[in-house]
């Protein structure tokens, strides 16, 4: 199997094309984007330069950086990038996310700059499993993925927070969380699970067979669905606060 749904479309012919797609999750990183989103179109006005600016550095940091770290660190997709390819992948997405940062706070406020390290700290810590792996948990990708975002992407807009930022942060922080308790099983199936054969007996006596697809399919419905669910809301918010 594939190690990911989204790791062979057809449109891209080439392998290392194929294999770049596959290191940018690219409906995960959607969904975490469509956080930013959301906080910084939570309440108004809004600057589009500043949300432009918001989605770039979360788009450098976690769809390029976080995930050529956690290739790095294992291989889990199993591609074949060289890992000088990866490492420039990861410098560059966090050193590009940094740099958005510390211009932003020029506009913002040196406050940002709190964000800015928490961020790279997050980033490092949970994909390269230190401080002993303590920051790779549920919980800690939960906020990060999930809260951060939300915080960050209104605090760059308004310099500061509010109880509806907490409470849009704590709906995302729930989403992300969704997703890491449908994902890890399904990369447990397609990553680690050579067969899964038995039989599923219903209440009048009939006997269903289970494969390692059939536990697949249902998993990863729900995580489309969930990705789709988060971008078609972030649309929303775009469409409630530039659309005349």
């Known amino acids: 199997m594939a190690p990911a749904f989204y790791a062979t479309p057809r449109l891209l012919r080439q392998k290392r094309a194929r294999e770049w797609w596959t290191l940018l999750h690219p409906p995960y990183t959607a969904m975490h984007l469509s956080f930013v989103v959301i906080g910084g179109c ?32 294992g291989r889990p997709l199993a591609t074949k990038l060289a890992t000088w390819q990866l490492t420039a992948a990861a410098v560059a997405g966090l050193g590009g996310a940094v740099a958005l940062g ?25 994909n390269l499993e230190l401080f002993g792996g303590r920051l790779h948990r549920d919980l800690i990708f939960a906020l990060s993925w999930g809260a951060f975002p939300v915080l960050t992407a209104y605090f760059a807009q308004h310099s500061r927070l509010s109880l509806t930022s907490a409470l849009a942060a704590l709906f995302a922080a729930f989403a992300s969380l969704t997703q890491r308790r449908l994902s890890s099983p399904a990369r447990e199936l397609r990553r680690r699970t050579r067969t899964l054969d038995g039989v599923r007996t219903l209440s009048d006596g009939t006997e269903m067979t289970i494969t390692r697809a059939s536990v697949l399919e249902p998993l990863e419905r729900a995580l489309r669905s969930l990705c789709w669910m988060s971008v078609a809301l972030a649309c929303t918010f775009l469409l409630l606060r530039f659309h005349p």
């Open 42 to 73: 939570l309440v108004g006005p809004v600057s589009a330069t500043r949300l432009a600016a918001s989605l770039g550095a979360f788009f450098l940091a976690v769809g390029v950086g976080a995930h050529a770290l956690d290739e790095l660190h």
């Open 102 to 126: 510390v211009v932003g706070a020029t506009v913002v406020g040196a406050n940002l700059l709190i964000f800015v390290a928490a961020g790279v700290t997050l980033a490092l810590g949970y």
